[in-house]
């Protein structure tokens, strides 16, 4: 069983472009969440989708935008980037806001992405 | 979601229990502790979460006193491997974002 799946590992761009992240959840999970790690620091949270819909959004301007596709699959999109969005890019499933239940959240490997 | 308190950093020897301490003092009744740690450049992984009662999996223990507003993670026969940056985590329901702090930063010697 594949867990989260990232792509791709690695990204070097230049102010001003745009970046596209991808991310597959680990198989029975439909709830995708982003975060941005900084070197040095603990993970800051993006946002989350469910249902192909943002449900939750951590305080990061709307240049950071998202998508969910009805496989789960999720991209994070990253508009003008500026040379403080050097991080690295986690992507985390879990197995849904409707479960009820308190459900743990599976990361994956990350997308370390450098802003030259 | 409530704030957390770790130390920056801690030493343990191969082969001896690790106990991270975390303080959690405004923690509410419906919120749980929740520890993930991460080995350098990989993502957090889950190591254990728990409500008010004691809990115990294949990876570590988590004590959390009776007022609640702190708990210690055991990690009974440190390795190398268990070398890596450790969060404690106060969280509300199911589906709510991570706040990670700076965590523990734990090295674990020969």
């Known amino acids: 069983d594949a867990g989260v799946t990232q792509s791709p590992t690695h990204l070097i761009k230049t102010r001003g472009q745009q970046v596209t992240l991808r991310c597959s959840p680990k198989?029975?999970?439909?709830?995708v969440s982003w975060y941005q790690q900084a070197l040095g620091q603990g993970p800051q949270f993006i946002f989350q989708?469910?249902?192909?819909?943002?449900?939750q959004r951590g305080n990061f301007p709307d240049r950071f935008s998202g998508h969910q596709f009805p496989n789960y699959s999720s991209e994070l999109n990253v508009n003008a980037l500026l040379l403080g969005d050097s991080a690295l890019y986690l992507c985390?499933?879990?197995?849904?806001?409707?479960?009820?239940?308190?459900?743990?959240?599976?990361f994956g490997p990350g997308t370390r992405l450098t802003v030259l | 979601d409530a704030k957390t308190t770790q130390p920056t950093s801690m030493d343990c020897a191969e082969g001896r229990a690790a106990n991270l301490p975390c303080n959690h003092s405004?923690?509410?009744?419906?919120?749980?502790v929740y520890w993930y740690r991460q080995i350098h450049s990989q993502g957090p992984q889950y190591i254990i979460h728990?409500?008010?009662n004691n809990e115990t999996n294949e990876m570590a223990s988590l004590i959390i006193t009776e007022d609640r507003k702190s708990s210690t993670l055991i990690l009974p026969h440190a390795t190398l491997r268990d070398t890596a940056v450790y969060y404690c985590?106060?969280?509300?329901?199911?589906?709510?974002?991570?706040?990670f702090g700076g965590g523990t930063r734990l090295m674990v010697k020969p």
């Open positions: 198989s029975g999970h439909d709830t």
């Open positions: 728990g409500l008010k």
């Open positions: 989708y469910y249902e192909e819909e943002e449900r």
């Open positions: 985590i106060v969280r509300r329901y199911a589906g709510n974002m991570l706040t």
């Open positions: 405004t923690i509410s009744g419906n919120e749980y």
């Open positions: 985390a499933s879990s197995p849904g806001l409707a479960g009820g239940g308190v459900d743990e959240q599976f």
